[in-house]
């Protein structure tokens, strides 16, 4: 006899997957026209930091991770032959995992090291040397580590591209598309070419812009879009001795980003489209935690049609019983960071013309 309990607690259901922010992707395919040639800018590129892109080659990316998203089947195999080192000597459950994720999904095979000490670093070999070497082992490298220098250390000698998937407090710049990706599928209407005034969008982010390099990389996208904000509320709890590094704050503003710092957490909820909350940044070899004060939970006065981002993991700060409301798009956005890591991937090697008749 099958326990009637038991049997209750092992089922599960696949469709709550797809409860929250399931915005259709199809939405962005109609709002950003196709122009393939700006994702060729992309080919043999090192992704170092959210500055270096283009506005178009991040419309055009977001238009492929779009189309992989809504009919994923189609495209298993344009990575085929193609090896990736995935060297991650921090930390990593969502970056890596997506990361991988991807390059399978296309067809691609995969080298990993998630210890740095089992490879030549721990006899002192340099991270130059070790660059030399994995031209010869693969076609594309990810790279986490907590040193803001590892991947230009790495770039002098490296042949093939490299994804910087996290360096120290530094930068994330695949974690900023990811985001921002999911903020246009939510509001593909954010897109269009003339938008108005009103259909603004007011953007709160809970953490510290020259510590998380989540946010720090995302604040550089946005800025790439400054027309769809009304305005980026940056909220910190004081405990930090500065919270933009020098000309951080004055490179946003120069773009036109029109961005606001408060000490204040909830009387700044009520007027949030999007929340964007984060509470650790990794520093050196340990995380630290900023903002702990600051809970999201299903009493905080958030608006009825507002989303929330995170870049996960989270602590305190994000009470789970949000994951049953529309609020939550951190799934959501954790889910979506796959498509746009296959978006990226089959650019920089080379792969677009595979996937171009089908875009
Ligand atoms: N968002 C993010 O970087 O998560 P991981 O640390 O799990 O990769």
Redesign the pocket.
């Known amino acids: 006899m099958v326990d009637s309990q038991l049997k209750e607690e092992v089922s599960f259901s696949r469709e709550s997957l797809d409860v929250y922010g399931d915005a259709h992707p199809k939405a962005l395919l109609k709002n950003i026209q196709e122009e393939g040639d700006y994702l060729k800018l992309l080919e043999s590129q090192h992704i170092v930091s959210s500055d270096q892109f283009e506005k178009n080659t991040l419309l055009q990316l977001f238009r492929l991770a779009a189309k992989y998203e809504s009919n994923p089947e189609r495209y298993s195999t344009p990575l085929k032959g193609k090896i990736l080192i995935s060297a991650f000597y921090e930390?990593?459950?969502?970056?890596?995992l997506s990361f991988e994720s991807a390059w399978h999904r296309l067809g691609g095979d995969i080298m990993s090291i998630t210890d740095r000490a089992t490879t030549g670093i721990a006899k002192g070999e340099s991270l130059a040397d070790v660059a030399e070497m994995f031209n010869n082992y693969g076609d594309c490298v990810v790279l986490?580590d907590s040193s803001e220098s590892s991947v230009q250390e790495m770039m002098g000698s490296l042949r093939i591209p490299i994804i910087n998937a996290?360096n120290g407090i530094d930068e994330?710049p695949t974690?900023a598309l990811a985001d921002l990706y999911t903020i246009f599928k939510w509001k593909p209407e954010l897109l269009k070419s003339e938008l108005d005034e009103s259909d603004r969008i007011r953007v709160g982010i809970v953490g510290v812009p020259n510590k998380m390099r989540?946010v720090r990389s995302l604040l550089k996208l946005f800025s790439f879009f400054p027309e769809i904000f009304e305005e980026v509320v940056i909220i910190h709890d004081g405990s930090s001795d500065s919270i933009f590094d020098e000309h951080q704050l004055e490179q946003l503003e120069d773009r036109g980003l029109n961005v606001r710092v408060s000490t204040q957490f909830n009387s700044s909820l009520p007027e949030l489209d999007v929340i964007y909350i984060n509470a650790i940044a990794w520093v050196g070899n340990d995380y630290q935690s900023f903002g702990e004060s600051f809970i999201l939970d299903a009493n905080s006065p958030i608006k009825e049609d507002a989303i929330i981002l995170h870049?996960?993991?989270r602590g305190e700060e994000l009470a789970t019983e949000l994951d049953e409301t529309s609020h939550n798009w951190y799934f959501a956005q954790a889910r979506g960071a796959v498509f746009l890591r296959m978006a990226l991937l089959t650019c920089m090697c080379q792969r677009m013309e595979r996937v171009m008749d089908v875009i």
């Open positions: 930390p990593s459950t969502r970056t890596r986490r996290g994330h974690q989540t870049p996960l993991a």
